[in-house]
Antibody, heavy 127, light 113 residues
Framework: QLQLQESGPGLVKPSETLSLTCTVS??????????WGWVRQPPGKGLEWIGS???????YYNASLKSRVTISIDTSKNQFSLKLSSVTAADTAVYYC???????????????????WGQGTRVTVSS | DIVMTQSPDSLAVSLGERATINCKSS????????????LAWYQQKPGQPPKLLIY???TRESGVPDRFSGSGSGTYFTLTISSVQAEDVAVYYC?????????FGQGTRLEIK
């Protein structure tokens, strides 16, 4: 059974870099059928897609965060990671890693629905 | 960006009654060449991650009770719970995956009346 688990600091100071890792178990992260992604949820609010990565290292970011986001993948460890720089209080959220399906039935391959999700890790930005 | 707007923001339904949640996309999410609607639905209970219910607008995920169903056109979609159970209390989200950035609706909170 595929499982995803986020890990990383729960408290980050303003202007610093938030770093999280998602460890995948139960399947290879090198599958050609899926991407690997990050979604966040501020307290009491909705869901925001941060970005996704393919096992080849190709990345797709939300333009609203693109200048501050880096997603990387380590296939040898079956992990992928998120770095978000210059954080502010607005970046306080529960951060989820999840697996978007990869659909190539249209002219280009697209990321699809997210399943499964990690349990999420709460990150607070505060001095 | 494709904006997803859900309605209502919250609803209260009696046990055993039908619940209907709507989701409107600012752009068409039906890809004409494969006739697929790039729309998913999730259920999120307090303290838990979202759980996939429906993809391709109407395909139920394995293990999801058949009281959950999805329907819709290229811009207007509906999640229906045919007979609401106590365990269905949650926030429901729609999501489009037609274009990046992938975007979600703001959520609809379902409560028991």
């Amino acid at each position: 059974q595929l499982q995803l688990q986020e890990s990383g600091p729960g408290l980050v100071k303003p202007s610093e870099t938030l770093s999280l890792t998602c460890t995948v178990s139960g399947d290879s992260i090198s599958s050609s059928n899926y991407y690997w992604g990050w979604v966040r949820q501020p307290p009491g609010k909705g869901l925001e897609w941060i970005g996704s990565i393919y096992y080849t290292g190709s990345t797709y970011y939300n333009a609203s965060l693109k200048s501050r986001v880096t997603i990387s993948i380590d296939t040898s460890k079956n992990q992928f990671s998120l770095k978000l720089s210059s954080v502010t209080a607005a970046d306080t959220a529960v951060y989820y890693c999840a697996r978007p399906t990869r659909d190539c039935s249209s002219a280009i391959c697209k990321g699809g629905w997210f399943d499964p999700w990690g349990q999420g890790t709460r990150v607070t930005v505060s001095s | 960006d494709i904006v997803m707007t859900q309605s209502p923001d919250s609803l209260a339904v009696s046990l055993g009654e039908r619940a209907t949640i709507n989701c409107k996309s600012s752009q068409n999410v039906l890809y004409s060449s494969n006739n697929k609607k790039y729309l998913a639905w999730y259920q999120q209970k307090p303290g838990q991650p979202p759980k996939l219910l429906i993809y391709w607008a109407s395909t139920r995920e394995s293990g999801v009770p058949d009281r959950f169903s999805g329907s819709g056109s290229g811009t207007y979609f509906t999640l229906t719970i045919s007979s609401v159970q106590a365990e269905d209390v949650a926030v429901y989200y729609c999501q489009q995956y037609y274009n990046t950035p992938i975007t979600f609706g703001q959520g609809t909170r379902l409560e028991i009346k």
